[in-house]
């Protein structure tokens, strides 16, 4: 019997995890290069994401749509958290972002793991109405959320 997590791609957790790093590189890049981003540029990036995350997993056939994206969402939280820790020191001369403010870590996990169980859902909203077009049959089982 197989359980739901060893039904998770970690490959693509990974991969989908390390995509959504796009948003701290521009903004790392933009500063280095004294470009100010406009305040629409991370927004954008998000939505740009998100729509990523939902058509791999929404159109693909991932067999955990919700907990694939949930797990991408916490191992962007993860990497972001070691690029500001390792990237802060060499162009700030300090620590900066959550690790600067441990309190802050739980919370910032919270807000990604949140996004990816969104992103988690409207992925299986296009998985069930592939299905419905396809005939496969949408998924019915919590277990193949």
Do not use: C, H, K
């Not at 939280?77 to 972002?97: H, K, T, Y």
């Not at 959550?98 to 802050?104: G, R």
């Not at 919370?107 to 005939?135: E, H, K, S, T, Y």
């Amino acid at each position: 019997m197989t359980t739901t997590t060893q039904s998770v791609s970690w490959p693509l957790v990974l991969g989908l995890g390390a995509f959504a790093l796009i948003r701290p590189v521009t903004r790392i890049v933009a500063t280095q290069l004294a470009v100010d981003l406009p305040t629409l540029v991370p927004l954008a990036l998000t939505v740009v994401i998100t729509t990523v995350w939902v058509a791999v997993v929404g159109l693909g056939r991932t067999s955990s749509p919700v907990l694939t994206l949930l797990f991408s969402g916490l191992t962007y939280a993860l990497l972001s958290l070691v690029v500001s820790g390792v990237v802060s020191p060499i162009l700030d001369g300090e620590l900066r972002g959550p690790l600067a403010s441990p309190a802050a870590i739980i919370p910032f996990l919270a807000l990604n793991a949140g996004w990816g169980l969104l992103a988690g859902f409207l992925a299986l909203g296009v998985q069930r109405a592939r299905d419905a077009r396809g005939g496969a049959g949408p998924r019915t089982r919590p277990e193949e959320w």
